[in-house]
């Protein structure tokens, strides 16, 4: 069966910093993998996805994630955090077009 | 392109009575897909369209749960007898079937309170 785990619960980091979220996966094929955003009360925002071809993504908001097959994993990086970036974040991994399997989210406090 | 649509955004309601959700998807989408999200945890799937056909159903939605999307375009949501464990936010997305590699686009979502 498909799972996400995202290790971090919480996650602070101080404005200017960089910042890496840590994001693995287990599924049986190659898989679609998502990160998105979602600040308290909204819905989702996709930041980037990776299918296929160059393991390192670009999304928008200038974040990265990075496919490491060999490691099952997909972590999420900025190398300058904004307070704006305060938020949850969500790893998912999901076949194409179909449905996604979220991991349980990690909340990025960002300090001044 | 105004995105995905939901309403209402909050809905307080007593427990056993009925309630229903609509989502709106981005127009040229022709799949639609539920979720649900509790306090603390990332969405969990619930169903999925593609256009009126509804081609699967979590384990999650109990026959109190139903679903439409009558003409492929909009979809409701109805929960039947709600229980305080219906409490949630529940989430609308939609993608193209074919380009869905552009990911699904969420809605605002409906939070549900069962007191």
């Known amino acids: 069966a498909q799972s996400v785990t995202q290790p971090d619960i919480h996650i602070t980091v101080s404005e200017g910093a960089s910042l890496e979220l840590r994001c693995n996966y287990s599924y049986g094929a190659t898989p679609y993998l998502f990160w998105y955003v979602q600040s308290p009360g909204q819905g989702l925002q996709l930041l980037l996805k990776y299918f296929s071809g160059d393991t390192l993504v670009q999304g928008i908001k200038g974040f990265e994630a990075e496919f490491k097959r060999s490691q099952s994993s997909f972590n999420l990086r900025k190398p300058s955090v904004h307070w704006s970036d305060a938020a949850e974040y969500f790893c998912?991994?999901?076949?194409?077009?179909?449905?996604?399997?979220f991991g349980a989210g990690t909340i990025l406090r960002v300090k001044s | 392109d105004t995105g995905v649509s939901q309403d209402p955004r909050h809905k307080i309601t007593k427990r056993g009575q009925n309630v229903t959700f609509r989502c709106d998807p981005i127009s040229e989408h022709n799949r639609l897909y539920w979720y649900r999200q509790t306090l603390g945890q990332g969405p969990e799937f619930l169903t999925y369209f593609q256009n009126e056909a509804q081609l699967e159903k979590s384990r999650l939605l109990s026959d109190r749960f139903s679903a439409e999307r009558p003409k492929g375009s909009f979809s409701t949501l109805e929960i039947q007898r709600t229980e305080q464990g219906d409490s949630a936010m529940y989430l609308c997305?939609?993608?193209?079937?074919?380009?869905?590699?552009?990911?699904?686009?969420f809605g605002q979502g409906t939070r549900l309170t069962v007191v």
């Open positions: 997305a939609s993608s193209l079937a074919q380009g869905a590699d552009r990911g699904a686009f």
């Open positions: 998912a991994v999901g076949q194409y077009g179909n449905k996604l399997v």
